[in-house]
């Protein structure tokens, strides 16, 4: 009685293996490539080597999966503009920098429409004197970085 049980199960066992087959690949005079499982009588022909399916577990794809989604997470926040990173800090640095010389860019335009607009010998020093401290502060901090 035991063996009518183990042999369902031994047939099913053997059904289950993979079965491996000879391909042959050669080409003919023609300059065409063939592939069959028997090997050709007059032509020469290579044995191909099929390598194994290459299975990963649905456990895997979704564990790899998480560990990009958590990685695109650390990016952004690394990106964002209130992260300690350095190119986010760069980046308000940048604004800040922009929005000092647009400053700076109107200061000067005032002196000079003060320095228009006429003045007296000792105001007149004094407006030009600014004039060259801001426009030297101007050129080092906007034009020359």
């Known amino acids: 009685m035991p063996r009518i049980k183990a042999l369902p199960f031994c047939l ?8 491996q087959a000879e391909i042959y690949r050669w080409t003919d005079a023609n300059g ?3 592939f069959s499982d028997t090997p050709p009588m007059l032509d020469e022909h290579h044995r191909v080597q099929v390598r194994p399916t290459t299975t990963m577990p649905m456990v ?6 998480d560990r990009v989604t958590r990685n695109r997470k650390e990016l952004d ?5 209130n992260s300690k990173n350095r190119y ?3 980046q308000q640095a ?4 922009t929005r000092q010389c647009e ?11 003060r320095l228009r607009a006429g003045y007296g010998n ?22 020359l970085n």
Not at 77 to 81: A, D, G, K, R, V
């Open 88 to 90: 986010a800090k760069s």
């Open 12 to 19: 099913c066992l053997f059904l289950s293996l993979p079965t």
């Open 122 to 143: 000792d105001r007149g020093n004094s407006l030009r004197q600014r004039r060259r401290e801001l426009s030297q502060t101007y050129s080092h901090e906007c034009v």
């Open 94 to 97: 940048e604004e800040v920098r």
């Open 77 to 81: 926040q690394l990106l964002s503009p």
């Open 60 to 65: 895997e794809n979704i564990r790899q999966s």
């Open 32 to 34: 065409s490539i063939h």
């Open 103 to 113: 400053q700076y860019r109107k200061q000067l335009d005032r002196l000079q429409a």
